[in-house]
């Protein structure tokens, strides 16, 4: 499965809740405000790092990341280009933690 | 032609009330099941909060949708869980649940199923799609 969330950890529950659900062989992609999740040194950095440590895939979409100006992204975290972005939809179902 | 039906998973994940999300989740609910797909849902996060019971919205001016909710089984929507985790994070428990509709012979109340994350995660994993309110 494919997690996809696209909110600001800061603001809304969505990571929080996607992680609980997550399993075995799941990517979670960070999207629009959701890329604010992969930031490091926030008070909600562990969401991701945790998620990281239990040996999530974990990627955030690198043309949300740029438009943000996004840089200091926690180690681990794949940036993704909209290309990765439609090879990963190829491969997993879709769970769009909106 | 016969095909196994295509799981379907709708998430209901926002409060009652304050935007039209779950009156919205439960129009598609009753329109997937009419289709015959092989339906579950799932209330989570602030979405418990749509199955409270008392809730009254007469004073707002809007019908509300506890009718829908009490009908869900008469509309084959059958499989209907709650995150236990959501109602533990509001002081909620399964008490405080409406019934989704009546058993036919007994006339029991039913209630939604209360799960724990791991149980709704392996259902998760195994949807064709999920739609999410």
């Known amino acids: 499965m494919l997690h996809m969330v696209n909110k600001s950890p800061f603001s809304n529950c969505a990571l929080e809740s996607c992680l609980r659900f997550v399993g075995d062989g799941d990517v979670l992609l960070l999207i629009e405000d959701g890329v604010y999740a992969a930031t490091a040194g926030t008070v909600k950095s562990d969401l991701v790092e945790s998620a990281l440590r239990n040996k999530l895939a974990v990627y955030a979409l690198q043309a949300d990341v740029e438009a943000r100006g996004l840089d200091k992204m926690i180690e681990g975290v794949q940036l993704a280009s909209y290309d990765d972005f439609v090879a990963l939809l190829e491969v997993h179902n879709c769970h769009s933690w909106l | ?133």
Do not use: C, W
Not at chain 2, 102 to 121: F, H, K, M, N, Q
């Open chain 2, 1 to 133: 032609m016969s095909e196994t039906p295509r799981k379907v998973m709708i998430t209901v994940r926002k409060a009652p009330h304050g935007s039209i999300y779950v009156h919205e989740a439960i129009e598609v609910m009753f329109i997937v099941a009419s289709y015959g797909m092989e339906l579950s849902v799932v209330f989570m996060d602030d979405g418990v909060m749509a199955l409270k019971s008392g809730q009254n919205t007469s004073k707002l001016g809007i019908k509300g949708f506890m009718a829908s909710i009490g009908a869900l089984v008469d509309f084959e929507v059958e499989k209907v869980y709650v995150d236990r985790q959501s109602l533990l994070d509001r002081n909620m428990s399964e008490a405080d649940l409406v019934s989704i509709g009546e058993d036919e012979d007994t006339e029991e109340p039913i209630r939604p199923r209360v799960l724990d994350s791991r149980e709704i995660a392996e259902m998760m994993a195994d949807q064709h799609s999920i739609m999410s309110f």
